[in-house]
């Protein structure tokens, strides 16, 4: 009863797509490897990389006002205690950013040299 039944909803789905393809006067369906296939995934590609720069970048510009906090005059005890708990989570949160740009520079065609961690933080 369960396999007619998805097999009844696929039809329909099935049917649905066809209508829309009729509609919209698609000539041809994409296949892994046609041309529009491939700009579509470079286009994806760069703004997954456009997205993790730009993440990053938010992570270390957050990074450097906490640093900043913690050298201002005034910093009490507490704060300064709150502060380098922030920084040790930011610095957790740009990891994780560094390992998401590596992945999505490496995806790009011709792929962008990987980050280390370590190098970004020593650049601030």
Same mark, same amino acid.
């Given at each position: 009863?369960?396999? @007619?039944?998805?097999? $009844?909803?696929?039809? =329909?789905?099935?049917? @649905?797509?066809?209508?829309? $393809?009729?509609?919209? *006067?698609?000539? *041809? ?10 700009? =579509? ?5 760069? #703004? @997954? &990389?456009?997205?993790? +720069?730009?993440?990053? *970048? /938010?992570?270390? %510009? /957050?990074?450097?006002? $906490? ?5 201002? @005059?005034? =910093? /009490? &005890? !507490?704060?300064?205690?709150? +502060? /380098? !708990? ?11 950013? %560094?390992?998401? &740009?590596? &992945? ?7 792929? #962008? ?6 190098? %970004?933080?020593?650049?601030?």
């Amino acid at each position: 009863m369960a396999r @007619a039944r998805s097999l $009844e909803t696929l039809l =329909t789905l099935q049917e @649905a797509v066809q209508d829309l $393809e009729s509609k919209l *006067e698609i000539g *041809e369906r994409w296949e892994k490897g046609s041309p529009a296939w491939l700009a =579509t995934q470079a286009m994806i590609d760069s #703004r @997954a &990389y456009c997205r993790a +720069i730009n993440k990053l *970048e /938010g992570l270390v %510009v /957050g990074w450097l006002f $906490e640093l900043g906090k913690v050298h201002q @005059a005034g =910093t /009490g &005890y !507490k704060l300064w205690k709150h +502060i /380098g !708990k922030a920084l040790k989570s930011r610095s957790e949160a740009i990891r994780n950013a %560094v390992k998401k &740009y590596n &992945y999505a520079a490496a995806m790009l065609k011709p792929p #962008r040299p990987p980050l280390d961690v370590q190098t %970004v933080l020593d650049h601030v």
